[in-house]
């Protein structure tokens, strides 16, 4: 998909004081990793649904579509993440065979999602690893489709504990993980096998064939994976672009061939399937680019994903056309542009790329700004533009600021705070619902329509979307001319068992909770931790602190009380009084003035009573925490 990780187009590695952030563990540091999913079951309101909400762990919505024979020998397909999201994909391709009790496990790519507004201190979602724990010696490889950090992002909180398994990548893709593998220097070194466009390669049971395939970033792969039970697809994020900048038409005649020969299941991406006729190419986008560089009056600022490398290619080839030179912005568009020019994708000039520093040398109609933050993320290069936190660029009036970027759902409120904060320092601003300035990465309706037309596959499972995504394709396959119940439609944990004769869903799901990485702690963060930040956040703390005298049981002195995000206690001196004689009067009643007492019970009681009279005075519950000192 064409939106990689908000680090990828944030600096989000810097988002943390210290080595608190989520990228760039201490060399002396160790991450740790812990599946969230006992904290979650400690919460009698279930774990979070994939918005952040808390819901009851069922799965009666996806019932077996088909019979199911328990003990055939059968391909099973378990999304882990991608499915009822966008981003952190990853799915098991796991051969079941009976009749030697055994199985062969092959894992597509391991990607991170970014946390919803209500998971306070979360820097990174990344799927759920728990089926696997007990399973690493059956992993015979992991394969990457392409180098979008919601694909590969989430391998270093993982790997050892896949066991370091061969991995399978394209040159840029393999680039980008070893680049983002240089900030875990405490892991072991990667085994890469670099595969190009028709390669095939045996992994266990399993033959991988790599096909090229267009998306918004090169060496994208879609896998036809031959199987004991048929031959599946995978067709990775994609898009037919017959007129691609610095990239390869899709391989169409391939493609038919596989249809050709057959083809038991295809998992589609579904991204663009609520979006009627095709996406647009990357050329079709070059007039108004081009367009607006020459028109600008001053700098010209773009934000985008990092690793949009053909878009990057694109505004550098525009800017060096009207002798403009590129400042490259940010963390991860910096290591992106590395590596992407080491391997030849990206092509400049000699002079072309100069430091922010060197900007100041150049006027201002000569400078092309090259930056992250379309998704407006806290830490990237265009929100510290706009808050005045950049160290060495500030923006000035007669700037021209490009969004080429779609929005991602869920952002849509921060990018609009975004702008208006850009809008303030008199720059103009565009984005592509003004101007066709941004090309997406997922084909829209015809194009996965064209997809199945050219592979013809028996089953179909919608994979990479939110679930009206999914719903969307599967309503593209009805009207295709497949059968309904030969289409599934489910979300991460369900388990697809697939035979040549039928496609059905396990009534039981596997673990797929969300594990949440904050600083170096991966999976220690819960949905009980989760529901205090966020108590924290809507109501504040309101913290007590009682002398209580050993031998008679009473409190000493008055009680004293902290507040944090609650109120302001110089304002509120009538409540405070009342509060301290609730405690005290809690206590005192508690110890029938002897000692000692059930320390539990009293805060219990605290809690409970001080809880009611601060509701009944001010309509909020902050979270209460007493305090006990016996003496």
Same mark, same amino acid.
């Given at each position: 998909?064409?939106?990689?990780?908000?680090?990828?187009?944030?600096?989000?590695?810097?988002?943390?004081?210290?080595?608190?952030?989520?990228?760039?563990?201490?060399?002396?540091?160790?991450?740790?990793?812990? /599946?969230?999913? *006992?904290?979650?079951?400690?919460?009698?309101?279930?774990?979070?649904?994939?918005?952040?909400?808390?819901?009851?762990?069922?799965?009666?919505?996806?019932?077996?579509?088909?019979?199911?024979?328990?003990?055939?020998?059968?391909?099973?397909?378990?999304?882990?993440?991608?499915?009822?999201?966008?981003?952190?994909?990853?799915?098991? !391709?796991?051969?079941?065979?009976?009749?030697?009790?055994?199985?062969?496990?092959?894992?597509?790519?391991?990607?991170? #999602?970014?946390?919803? @507004?209500?998971?306070?201190?979360?820097?990174?979602?990344?799927?759920? $690893?728990?089926?696997?724990?007990?399973?690493?010696?059956?992993?015979?490889?992991?394969?990457?489709?392409?180098?979008?950090?919601?694909?590969?992002?989430?391998?270093?909180?993982?790997?050892?504990?896949?066991?370091?398994?061969?991995?399978?990548?394209?040159?840029?893709?393999?680039?980008?993980?070893?680049?983002?593998?240089?900030?875990?220097?405490?892991?072991?070194?990667?085994?890469?096998?670099?595969?190009?466009?028709?390669?095939?390669?045996?992994?266990?049971?399993?033959?991988?064939?790599?096909?090229?395939?267009?998306?918004?970033?090169?060496?994208?792969?879609?896998?036809? $994976?031959?199987?004991?039970?048929?031959?599946?697809?995978?067709?990775?994020?994609?898009?037919?672009?017959?007129?691609?900048?610095?990239?390869?038409?899709?391989?169409?005649?391939?493609?038919?061939?596989?249809?050709?020969?057959?083809?038991?299941?295809?998992?589609?991406?579904?991204?663009?399937?609520?979006?009627? =006729?095709?996406?647009?190419?990357?050329?079709?986008?070059?007039?108004?680019?081009?367009?607006?560089?020459?028109?600008?009056?001053?700098?010209?600022?773009?934000?985008?994903?990092?690793?949009?490398?053909?878009?990057?290619?694109? $505004?550098?080839?525009?800017?060096?056309?009207?002798?403009?030179?590129?400042?490259?912005?940010?963390?991860?568009?910096?290591?992106?542009?590395?590596?992407?020019?080491?391997?030849?994708?990206?092509?400049?000039?000699?002079?072309?790329?100069?430091?922010? /520093?060197?900007? *100041?040398?150049?006027?201002?109609?000569? $400078?092309?700004?090259?930056?992250? =933050?379309?998704?407006? @993320?806290?830490?990237?290069?265009?929100? #510290?533009?706009?808050?005045?936190?950049?160290?060495?660029?500030?923006?000035?009036?007669?700037?021209?600021?490009?969004?080429?970027?779609?929005?991602?759902?869920?952002?849509?409120?921060?990018?609009?705070?975004?702008?208006?904060?850009?809008?303030?320092?008199?720059?103009?601003?565009?984005?592509?619902?003004?101007?066709?300035?941004?090309?997406?990465?997922?084909?829209?309706?015809?194009?996965?329509?064209?997809?199945?037309?050219?592979?013809?596959?028996?089953?179909?499972?919608?994979?990479?979307?939110?679930?009206?995504?999914?719903?969307?394709?599967?309503?593209?396959?009805? #009207?295709?001319?497949?059968?309904?119940?030969?289409?599934?439609?489910?979300?991460?944990?369900?388990?697809?068992?697939?035979?040549?004769?039928?496609?059905?869903?396990?009534?039981?799901?596997?673990?797929? @909770?969300?594990?949440?990485?904050?600083?170096?702690?991966?999976?220690?963060?819960?949905?009980?931790?989760?529901?205090?930040?966020?108590?924290?956040?809507?109501?504040?703390?309101?913290?007590?602190?009682?002398?209580?005298?050993?031998?008679?049981?009473?409190?000493?002195?008055?009680?004293? !009380?902290?507040?944090?995000?609650?109120?302001?206690?110089?304002?509120?001196?009538?409540?405070?009084?009342?509060?301290?004689?609730? !405690?005290?009067?809690?206590? @005192?009643?508690?110890?029938?003035?002897?000692?000692?007492? *059930?320390?539990?019970?009293?805060?219990?009681?605290?809690?409970?009573?001080?809880?009611?009279?601060?509701?009944?005075?001010?309509?909020? #519950?902050?979270?209460?925490?007493?305090?006990?000192?016996?003496?």
């Amino acid at each position: 998909m064409n939106q990689p990780y908000r680090p990828h187009s944030g600096d989000r590695q810097n988002n943390r004081q210290g080595n608190r952030h989520s990228g760039r563990p201490s060399n002396s540091g160790k991450l740790f990793f812990r /599946s969230s999913t *006992n904290q979650d079951n400690e919460n009698p309101r279930g774990p979070r649904n994939l918005r952040g909400n808390f819901v009851p762990k069922t799965n009666e919505e996806y019932q077996d579509t088909g019979p199911k024979v328990p003990q055939q020998n059968c391909l099973r397909i378990i999304p882990l993440g991608g499915l009822g999201e966008v981003g952190r994909n990853m799915t098991v !391709i796991e051969w079941r065979d009976y009749d030697k009790d055994d199985r062969d496990i092959l894992l597509i790519d391991a990607g991170v #999602r970014f946390p919803e @507004e209500d998971m306070p201190g979360i820097d990174l979602l990344i799927p759920n $690893i728990k089926y696997l724990e007990d399973k690493t010696d059956k992993i015979s490889g992991l394969v990457f489709t392409h180098g979008h950090f919601d694909h590969i992002g989430a391998l270093p909180y993982m790997l050892e504990q896949i066991g370091n398994p061969m991995i399978y990548a394209a040159p840029l893709t393999k680039g980008l993980i070893i680049k983002r593998h240089e900030e875990f220097k405490q892991l072991p070194k990667l085994m890469i096998d670099e595969i190009r466009n028709g390669d095939k390669r045996k992994i266990g049971v399993f033959e991988v064939e790599f096909i090229h395939i267009n998306h918004s970033i090169p060496d994208d792969m879609a896998l036809l $994976i031959k199987t004991p039970a048929g031959n599946i697809m995978c067709t990775s994020d994609f898009k037919f672009d017959h007129n691609p900048v610095i990239d390869k038409p899709a391989e169409i005649e391939r493609l038919k061939k596989i249809g050709d020969d057959g083809l038991l299941l295809v998992m589609s991406d579904s991204t663009g399937a609520e979006e009627p =006729g095709h996406s647009i190419s990357e050329s079709d986008i070059q007039a108004n680019l081009e367009k607006l560089i020459q028109d600008a009056p001053g700098r010209v600022i773009v934000g985008m994903f990092a690793s949009a490398i053909n878009r990057v290619q694109q $505004i550098i080839a525009i800017s060096e056309k009207f002798n403009r030179k590129v400042v490259v912005e940010g963390f991860s568009m910096k290591a992106a542009v590395e590596v992407s020019k080491v391997l030849g994708y990206i092509k400049t000039k000699k002079g072309t790329l100069i430091s922010a /520093s060197e900007s *100041n040398k150049y006027p201002d109609s000569k $400078i092309t700004i090259l930056g992250t =933050g379309g998704q407006g @993320e806290e830490n990237a290069v265009l929100m #510290r533009l706009a808050t005045h936190r950049h160290k060495q660029l500030e923006l000035k009036k007669g700037d021209t600021i490009i969004f080429s970027s779609s929005i991602i759902p869920g952002n849509e409120r921060t990018i609009q705070q975004l702008k208006d904060n850009l809008l303030r320092h008199g720059v103009k601003v565009y984005n592509y619902r003004m101007l066709d300035i941004h090309a997406g990465g997922h084909g829209h309706q015809e194009d996965l329509m064209y997809m199945l037309e050219l592979v013809r596959p028996k089953f179909l499972m919608p994979v990479h979307g939110q679930l009206s995504m999914l719903f969307a394709m599967k309503d593209l396959g009805i #009207r295709f001319g497949m059968k309904e119940e030969n289409i599934v439609v489910v979300e991460n944990g369900n388990v697809v068992r697939v035979t040549a004769d039928q496609i059905s869903v396990d009534k039981k799901p596997v673990p797929a @909770e969300m594990v949440m990485v904050d600083g170096l702690g991966v999976g220690d963060v819960g949905s009980v931790v989760l529901r205090d930040r966020q108590m924290l956040a809507e109501d504040g703390m309101f913290m007590v602190v009682a002398v209580v005298d050993s031998k008679t049981g009473r409190v000493r002195g008055s009680p004293d !009380i902290i507040s944090r995000g609650f109120i302001y206690l110089r304002d509120n001196k009538q409540m405070l009084l009342d509060a301290r004689m609730i !405690i005290r009067k809690v206590i @005192e009643g508690a110890t029938g003035g002897e000692h000692p007492f *059930n320390d539990a019970l009293v805060k219990d009681e605290i809690r409970e009573r001080l809880g009611q009279f601060l509701f009944q005075k001010t309509h909020r #519950r902050p979270m209460i925490l007493p305090v006990l000192i016996q003496v």
